[in-house]
């Protein structure tokens, strides 16, 4: 399973973040979360009056103060370390390559957990929705995109949503794209990631996600009374995939690389899916 990402550069929000200064950024992110300075003064022990004199550069917090009010307004770790370096102090979390050596353990835990999930697709994504790691039943599912959006890293909401993609053979992709995009939505509610920004604006101007947004609302094709949300594709053999997902994260990470995965392992819905997947495992083995 090839790493997506054997090294980056800086992050762009790092590199823009050091021109701002953080009493602005402190107070977007506030206003963010929908909190008033009073509630997130409250939070934090200070006074209103302290937390408004950041805001307007009237005072420089310390890096405690800024990791405190980050924490609790759920800042991820890469925009924490653009408030510390936009307040003049050094980042306080490392962005490591899951080639590091320091990643070996890491990585290697993704890798069985990938594998033990064949023969049902399994991925680490990164924040931006790039495949990072992939197990064999999802690089099979890979390998039948077209060029254009096989490239590395693959992006998956671009090859779910993109017309020449997944979504050609989603027998439900009013449905499946409607939960995708929410998804999107609410990451760049999260985050406020310019990159993520240039992606959901791409992703908008797709002729089928313009007809969707324009049409009526989604038409559940009879999977309306299933509890979950499932992703429907033809097989190419006259048949259909029906699968869910589940999401896993890190818990409690220090690292910004760790932060940011997420692996997303697709279960089958139904008996024949499970049948299909099992058969093509064993095709591919053979």
Known sequence: MPSAHPGRGAPHGLRTAARRDVGPLLREWRQRRKLSQLALALDVGISPRHLSFVETGRSRPSPELLLSMSEHLAVPLRERNDLLLAAG???????????????????????????????????????????????????GMLALLPPALATTPINMLRASLHPDGFAAHTLNF?????????????????????????????????????????????????????????????DGQGGQLSMFTTQATFGSPRDVTLA????????????????????QAEATVG
């Open 174 to 234: 009013a449905e499946w794209a409607e939960h995708l995009l929410h998804e999107l939505e609410r990451a760049r509610a999260a985050t406020d990631d310019p990159a993520l920004a240039a992606l959901a604006e791409e992703i908008a101007a797709y002729p089928n996600v313009i007809a969707l947004r324009d049409g009526a609302p989604a038409q559940r094709h009879g999977y309306a009374e299933s509890l979950l949300i499932h992703c429907v594709l033809a």
């Open 89 to 139: 102090y050094a980042p306080r979390y490392a962005e490591t390559s899951l080639d590091a050596p320091d990643m070996q353990a890491v990585r290697a835990a993704l890798q069985r957990l990938l594998a033990a999930h064949d023969p049902y697709p399994g991925l680490a994504l990164d924040r931006h929705w790039n495949v990072v790691l992939a197990n064999t039943a999802a690089q």
């Open 260 to 279: 940011e995965l997420t692996v997303e392992l697709f279960y089958p819905a139904d008996a024949a899916t499970e049948a299909t997947l099992r058969a």
